[in-house]
């Protein structure tokens, strides 16, 4: 896959197609061109010009672009990180390849005052991920319905501006990469000329690959524009890994603030009292699944049913004493962190709040564990004393050495810890490793498993901890589901809460049809605490379905008894439980429970009924999507085509809801 379907979505035939993106490529490099050469006509008649010709040799165009380069932001729209990272990569290549002529700089959307902002941008590279169904980001809502706005006002706040836009997203998804195709659309109805295809990136597959290549197409229309290309690319950019100016401070200096500033804008976390830990799974199951409630109240926090919290979670201890190890600092330094003067502030976001110790930018700020990008291999090989350390991590994070980094660093899983630990002559400076090396830790997610009626000023979380050996022989812990099981009755942790749109029908009386095997309950623990509450205010309900699974109902089958009073209740209608490992000879799963009742699935539909899947993103909720197919073919005698179309026509009027991940 490439990555690219562009313009093909919006245009005609491939004649057609062919020529419509020709004319609209070149008009906007032209476009850019004349802006760049009047520019720098400008700049030459002034005294203050910082370099004289588009194709002379003036070294000054290597050094900080004057005021009148160019100006292209890099957008981003980011929930865990990927976009902000491709932003800064991006950013990263383009200074060797157009020096002075262009200014490049990644912004976060959320931070980006885009009424004031962009009419001053020349040129707009936009890096958006889509989430929940077909859904922006968090950070970029309020930027995505003002274009709305825009165009339902006939407004053109991009009349003549070269764009770009990649979208991040998963095959696996329905809607896939919804925002960047639909900001590539608005672009161009509100005036924007397109630069290039728009570019789907597919993290089912390889993302990187996809922005690598959309980068590539990128580079060739603005070298086109703006004359650059030589000492371009990875090498060049390794060379300007981005740092922090990094001071130790002396010992006693007050710290800014520590876990209570971790996080910004929506994701900006309050912290919320820990009222219990439990164990949900029996002792005979060799897997851990923990029941966490929380205390609300002080913290400013509310919620429905339905909706995520967002825990950010500290690095165990022993990550951050390894880390202090591998740099070389005592853990109880205090470290201050700043923006550098002149173009590597470009490439770099605020640093944490500081001063602060060590201990508290390992602990609370920084990604130890999670997967090794190319640009921080890059930015240790500039690093490394030894000749062999050098080459070697300069091989990894090169593009010829894109095979050997999959075998080594991807596929065994080996975190930048496990990294730092094999090249031991690789110790970057503490600015380097916070600028250039170790991402942002960023908070997890989790379905909420209570209802706030019925919680007494609680929410709960449902947790499956993550306890996994990797290929290259390495313990992964998950950092936050560990760190959750771990937490005692009194500790402070800091979260957030997200809204969403996965919610009980406005009627009691709609029917409901819920699908979650394993923590897939967690809502729908919440959608029923709800629904007793209702019941036990007078309401009417209407039917309600669970269809529930895992492994061994001896072991893992959490919740047992509450759904089982929810049952004799009545308000919960009928319990469905898949046990898969039960019967060696016979993997039972919740989709099969689905096409045995076909009929009584499709019948509450039928009445109005409302479908919800949680869970598993990447097998479950397409294998129940299957099954939810073939049910209505075999319950209503539809075509596969008219079934689907159906499920399709449910999506649409938020009829049939996944929560997945
Ligand atoms: C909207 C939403 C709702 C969710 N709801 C729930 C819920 O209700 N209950 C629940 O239990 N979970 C839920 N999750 C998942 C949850 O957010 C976390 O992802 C989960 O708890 C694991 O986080 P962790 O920090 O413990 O694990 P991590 O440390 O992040 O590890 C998780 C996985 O990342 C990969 N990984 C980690 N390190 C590396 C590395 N160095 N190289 C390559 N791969 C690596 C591995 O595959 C590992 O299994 C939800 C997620 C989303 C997005
Ligand atoms: C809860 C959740 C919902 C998602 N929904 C979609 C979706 O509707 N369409 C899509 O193409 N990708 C979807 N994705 C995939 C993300 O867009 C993809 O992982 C992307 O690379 C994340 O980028 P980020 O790290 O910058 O946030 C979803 C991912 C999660 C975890």
Same mark, same amino acid.
């Given at each position: ?66 005021? /009148?380069?160019?100006? +292209?932001? +890099? ?244 990550? +951050? ?32 709040? /500081? ?273 939810? +197919? ?32």
């Amino acid at each position: 896959m490439d990555g690219q379907e562009g313009t093909q979505t919006y245009f005609g035939g491939p004649t057609l197609l062919a020529a419509t993106s020709a004319l609209v490529f070149s008009a906007s490099v032209a476009l850019l061109y004349v802006r760049y050469q009047s520019r720098i006509f400008k700049d030459s008649n002034s005294s203050s010009g910082c370099f004289q010709s588009a194709s002379g040799n003036d070294e000054n165009q290597e050094d900080a672009p004057s005021e /009148t380069a160019v100006q +292209v932001t +890099v957008l981003y729209g980011t929930q865990t990180g990927t976009a902000e990272r491709f932003a800064k990569k991006l950013v990263t290549e383009a200074v060797p390849r157009y020096g002075g002529k262009a200014r490049f700089r990644a912004v976060d959307v959320e931070e980006w005052d885009f009424k004031d902002q962009l009419p001053k941008a020349d040129v707009l590279i936009a890096l958006f991920a889509t989430y929940g169904d077909g859904e922006p980001t968090d950070s970029a809502s309020d930027f995505v319905r003002w274009l709305e706005d825009q165009e339902e006002a006939d407004e053109e706040p991009l009349l003549g501006k070269p764009f770009g836009v990649f979208g991040l997203g998963n095959r696996q998804y329905e809607h896939f990469n919804a925002m960047g195709k639909l900001l590539d659309k608005r672009f161009t109805k509100l005036g924007g000329s397109r630069l290039v295809p728009v570019g789907l990136g597919d993290d089912d597959e390889n993302i990187e690959d996809d922005f690598d290549r959309w980068t590539e197409r990128l580079w060739s229309s603005l070298d086109e524009a703006l004359g650059g290309g030589a000492g371009g690319g990875a090498a060049a950019a390794a060379a300007a890994a981005p740092a922090y100016d990094a001071e130790v401070l002396p010992a006693g200096t007050p710290e800014a603030a520590g876990a209570g500033s971790l996080g910004h804008g929506h994701a900006a976390p309050a912290m919320v009292r820990v009222a219990e830990v439990r164990e949900l799974h029996s002792a005979e199951s060799e897997r851990s699944c923990v029941h966490v409630e929380l205390e609300l109240g002080g913290s400013g926090l509310s919620y429905t049913a339905g909706d995520h919290v967002g825990v950010h979670p500290a690095n165990s201890e022993e990550a +951050v004493e390894a880390a202090a190890g591998l740099l070389g600092v005592p853990l109880d330094s205090v470290v201050r962190l700043s923006l550098p003067e002149g173009r590597a502030a470009d490439l770099l976001s605020a640093p944490p709040p /500081t001063p602060a110790t060590l201990r508290t930018l390992l602990t609370w700020h920084t990604d130890l564990l999670g997967p090794v990008h190319r640009p921080a291999l890059a930015a240790l090989a500039a690093c490394a004393s030894d000749a062999a350390d050098k080459d070697r991590l300069a091989l990894l994070s090169s593009q010829e050495g894109k095979q050997e980094f999959a075998s080594w660093v991807s596929q065994p899983q080996r975190s930048l810890l496990c990294v730092m630990r094999e090249f031991p002559s690789a110790r970057p400076s503490l600015g380097l490793f916070f600028g250039a090396i170790a991402p942002r830790l960023q908070p997890r997610y989790y379905s909420i498993s209570s209802a706030p009626a019925a919680s007494d000023g609680r929410m709960s979380i449902t947790c499956a901890v993550v306890d996994e050996e990797t290929s290259a022989g390495r313990r992964h812990r998950g950092v936050a589901s560990m760190w959750l099981a771990r937490q005692s009755e009194g500790a402070e942790v800091p979260a957030h809460v997200r809204s969403s749109t996965f919610k009980l029908p406005r009627r009691h009386e709609t029917p409901i049809i819920m699908i979650g095997p394993g923590t897939g309950i967690a809502p729908f623990r919440g959608f029923l605490q709800e629904r007793a509450t209702a019941r036990a205010a007078g309401k009417d309900l209407g039917e309600a379905l669970l269809f529930f699974g895992c492994r061994d109902r001896a072991k893992d089958f959490i919740y047992e008894a509450e759904l089982r009073d929810f049952v004799r209740s009545g308000v919960l209608s009928e319990l469905f439980t898949a046990f898969s490992r039960e019967d060696p000879g016979k993997k039972d799963y919740v989709q099969h429970h689905l096409l045995a009742n076909a009929e009584r699935v499709w019948g509450l539909i039928g009445e109005g009924g409302h479908l919800y899947v949680c869970g598993d993103a990447k097998r479950m909720a397409k294998d129940v999507h299957e099954a939810l +197919v073939e049910a209505a073919q075999k319950a209503r005698g539809l075509s596969r085509e008219a079934a689907a179309a159906e499920l399709h026509f449910l999506a649409d009027c938020g009829r049939y809801l996944k929560d997945v991940w």
